[in-house]
């Protein structure tokens, strides 16, 4: 069995940084980052990124030495992604803060309105639903990262953490102070629309989580295998008939159903930001399912049926 010399560069000055001697042919990605990391323990395989050319892509972890386009002596080159984060920190920080920021304004904690309406409670009851839906939406989002997603990347930059933070809980702050607000005026069409946007809402709730278990269902417990998401016996799942990613078609629906109850300007705005976001994602996982799999259903639309 013919063994590989490996040797590892830096990206941007060239400069050799690791030589591997007698690597197995069958050796991963991931294993050579092992390796690279015992000899330089600052950079941790999650914090690496070898790549074959010093501006493509970075390789899998999975992708294995004899099937890569390279001699008996490789060359890598590797980049430093910065300070790493468990993806499961990131989102229960996310989640938590606009959780417990929300009651803040809720429960009109001191500071935030006039010293008068300091622990006092709306007179409307649609306050204290929309306070319902809005914590129920964060405690499932929570529930869900503990035990139902399962991440293909175990980490994301450190970096990331704090544009993501400042995203969710600052909108959370703005929506409610709004929302809690001692001059709030309900919906114009008064309890016929607070009824119908709770109907979207919780229909858009279970829908979104009967997607996140079918999700989860495609991929086995540690393995990063990828495959076609079809509809299942639950009726919610149906979806995928015409949508490739129905998760972000729920939460826009969700945060629909939420701007119909509140009526208030913020909730709008923010739900088209995510609308925005989750569009881009929805178009990059919809790529991406059609370069890596030829028998994709053609008639998918990346988020709204036959529109975007």
């Known amino acids: 069995m013919k063994h590989y010399e490996v040797e590892i560069l830096d990206a941007k000055t060239k400069d050799k940084l690791c030589f ?13 980052k092992s390796m690279f990391h015992k000899s330089h323990p600052q950079w941790y395989p999650a914090r690496q990124s070898i ?3 010093p501006k493509g892509k970075s390789l899998k972890d ?25 993806w499961v920190t990131v989102f229960l920080t996310e989640y938590t803060g606009p959780l417990l920021i929300y009651l803040m304004f809720y429960f009109r904690v001191p500071f935030i309105y006039a010293p008068k309406y300091d622990f006092t409670t709306s007179k409307h009851w649609v306050v204290h639903l929309a306070c319902m ?9 929570l529930l869900e990262t503990l035990f139902v997603h399962r991440f293909s990347h175990g980490t994301m930059p450190l970096r990331n953490i704090f544009k993501n933070c400042s995203y ?18 309900p919906p114009i069409y008064g309890e016929q629309q607070i ?80 609308f925005i976001q989750m569009t881009v994602w929805a178009k990059g996982k919809h790529r991406s399912y059609l370069k890596e ?4 259903p053609p008639l998918r639309s990346p988020i709204l049926p036959f529109i975007l």
């Open 168 to 185: 969710y809980w600052g909108f959370a702050a703005w929506m409610a102070y709004y929302i809690n607000h001692p001059l709030y005026t």
């Open 195 to 274: 009824r119908l946007a709770l109907i979207i809402f919780l229909f858009c709730q279970i829908g979104n989580f009967s997607i996140h278990i079918a999700l989860r269902n495609l991929r086995p417990p540690g393995s990063k295998t990828r495959k076609i998401p079809y509809p299942t016996k639950n009726p919610f799942t149906w979806i995928f008939l015409l949508v490739s990613c129905p998760n972000y078609t729920y939460e826009l629906g969700s945060w629909l159903g939420f701007t119909l109850m509140t009526q208030c300007v913020p909730v709008a705005f923010f739900t088209l930001v995510g």
């Open 133 to 141: 839906c809005h914590s129920f939406h964060y405690v499932k989002r």
């Open 20 to 32: 591997l001697d007698k690597v197995e042919p069958n050796a991963t990605i991931g294993e050579i």
């Open 293 to 296: 799999f030829r028998d994709y």
């Open 51 to 53: 790549r074959l050319d």
């Open 62 to 86: 999975e992708d294995v030495l004899q099937n890569l386009p390279v001699g008996t002596t490789a060359t890598f080159y590797f980049r430093d992604l910065g300070a790493q984060i468990s």
